[in-house]
């Protein structure tokens, strides 16, 4: 027992130093960060002056339950959760040191690939927030017209539920992406294919509740539709009750669909990787 002990709080050790490693070396990146949060929300200010310009031709009518306020907010939210969650490149480091033979330096260590790889994605994450913080509360400040805050407490931890859930499904997704590159030696067709598709359904554009009735069967059991739209539906209290559980376990699904195709494409590809390369 003592000896089992022992062992887990060295892996625990081990992996936190991969992460304070991480934020290490991504500090060096700081004001990339800061250039990418202020470049990141040019399109929300494009936004805002598209859907004032829709709201004054309705004469001020709500749009499936938005008003031009529960708009902005929808893309407000969508810009914090885009900030906080999304990997950044992830799938092209890890495609670069498959392809360049660096990733034999992994898999002589006692660590697994996955867990490096998202030790990093929390420090880089953890950082950029950190950095982009002062300008994430100056677009608040903006906007504060437009903010609502959730009415019901049990809202908060669900909103922080789902926005996990929907960082490690975004997470596993990229890790997956790149894993192609044991049989692909230029995945960036495939990559651009998928996100293509990924920021027209996470709800990037416009809520996808605004689109037509026959679409809504495929957006609730779309993975992309947890990745952001659903996030931020909790956040807003649009999604409560029954509809609420179900859509978190819908959600904790494609994440246990999405970390399987994870590990199970990294097994296939080492075990080439290996016979290939000896």
């Excluded at 990418?36 to 805002?48: D, E, I």
């Excluded at 504060?144 to 499904?169: C, E, Y």
């Excluded at 957006?219 to 539709?225: G, R």
């Excluded at 859509?247 to 075990?271: C, D, F, H, T």
Aim: hydrophobic share 55%; glycine share 6%.
């Amino acid at each position: 027992m003592a000896l089992h002990s022992q062992r887990s709080a060295n892996n625990l050790l081990k992996y936190w130093k991969l992460f304070d490693i991480g934020l290490q070396n991504t500090f060096v990146y700081r004001w990339n960060f800061l250039l990418r949060m202020v470049f990141g929300v040019v399109p929300l200010f494009g936004m805002v002056f598209i859907w004032k310009a829709i709201f004054h031709s309705t004469k001020g009518a709500p749009i499936n339950g938005y008003d031009y306020a529960g708009m902005i907010f929808y893309f407000l939210v969508t810009v914090f959760l885009d900030n906080l969650i999304t990997p950044t490149e992830d799938e092209w480091q890890i495609a670069a040191e498959i392809r360049d033979g660096k990733i034999s330096a992994y898999l002589t260590k006692p660590m697994s690939y996955l867990g490096y790889r998202l030790c990093t994605y929390l420090s880089y994450r953890l950082l950029y927030i950190a950095v982009v913080f002062v300008p994430i509360l100056i677009l608040a400040w903006i906007f504060r017209d437009a903010i609502r805050l959730p009415a019901h407490a049990l809202t908060w931890p669900a909103f922080a539920l789902s926005t996990a859930m929907a960082a490690g499904l975004q997470f596993f997704i990229a890790y997956s992406l790149a894993m192609i590159a044991f049989w692909v030696l230029e995945i960036s067709t495939i990559v651009f294919l998928c996100y293509s598709f990924e920021y027209f359904l996470s709800g990037h554009i416009f809520p996808l509740d605004i689109m037509p009735a026959w679409l809504t069967g495929f957006i609730k059991w779309s993975p992309f539709t947890y990745e952001l739209y659903f996030p931020a539906q909790v956040g807003m209290e649009r999604v409560q009750g029954t509809a609420l559980a179900e859509g978190l376990a819908i959600q904790a699904g494609w994440l246990l669909v999405a970390w399987s195709i994870a590990r199970l494409l990294w097994s296939r590809g080492v075990r080439k990787y290996q016979a290939v390369g000896g």
